[in-house]
């Protein structure tokens, strides 16, 4: 969250901001309603008044997220409307430079997925719709890219990089992105 935007905004956008900030770094349960509206320069009130519990804040902030990631697809559509490769290859970058981002806890997903345990939790549904459309999208690039088994591809490539996410958050090994990208390079141009 930038605090030279946050008194531009209106208070639903602070609070979904604050919220992204907090939940980033602490993860959903360590952060409280309280915490979310100081970093808001708001209201617990105004929080509820916006947002009927917690829940509904994370369920709002998971829909944004998932929202920037489909984003950053389209808009790599955009860029590049006739080389998927350079679509991959662009969606690579994006999930590397997450990677390399200074005290990366990991994937937002998947912290909230451990976090909130119940089987019928709605966040829960929302983050398999959101990995199944993202699926989607590399099967449907790789089919484009006229990769062999373009289907087992996409398998191959959303393992490596949810890998990646677990393995950069564990500190495992060094240099992830850097592997990663390698990794995801030799696959694409093995399966041509």
């Known amino acids: 969250m930038r605090p030279d935007r946050t008194p531009q905004l209106p208070p639903r956008e602070r ?9 980033l ?3 959903i349960s360590r952060v409280s309603v309280d915490a979310i509206a100081a970093l808001a320069a708001s209201t617990k009130m ?6 009927e519990n917690k829940d509904a804040l994370v369920l709002e902030w998971l829909e944004r997220l998932t929202e920037s990631y489909s984003d950053v697809l389209d808009q790599l559509a955009q860029q590049h409307p006739e080389s998927p490769r350079e679509q991959l290859l662009g969606f690579l970058g ?3 430079t997450d990677l390399e981002r200074a005290g990366y806890r990991g994937c937002p997903f998947t912290n909230t997925l451990a ?3 119940e089987a019928d939790h709605p966040a829960r549904a929302l983050i398999q ?4 459309r993202q699926f989607a999208r590399l099967h449907g690039l790789c089919a484009e890219l006229g990769l062999h088994a373009p289907e087992q591809v996409a398998e191959e490539l959303t393992l490596l990089m949810e890998g990646a996410q677990v393995v950069a958050q564990n500190k495992g090994i060094e240099q992830v992105g850097e592997r990663l990208t390698r990794m995801v ?3 694409l141009d093995a399966r041509a």
């Open 15 to 23: 609070i979904v901001d604050a919220a992204q900030a907090l939940f």
């Open 25 to 27: 770094e602490q993860g």
């Open 46 to 51: 105004t929080v509820y008044r916006h947002f």
């Open 94 to 96: 994006f999930i590397v």
């Open 115 to 117: 976090e909130l345990p």
């Open 129 to 132: 719709a959101h990995k199944q």
């Open 185 to 187: 390079r030799q696959r």
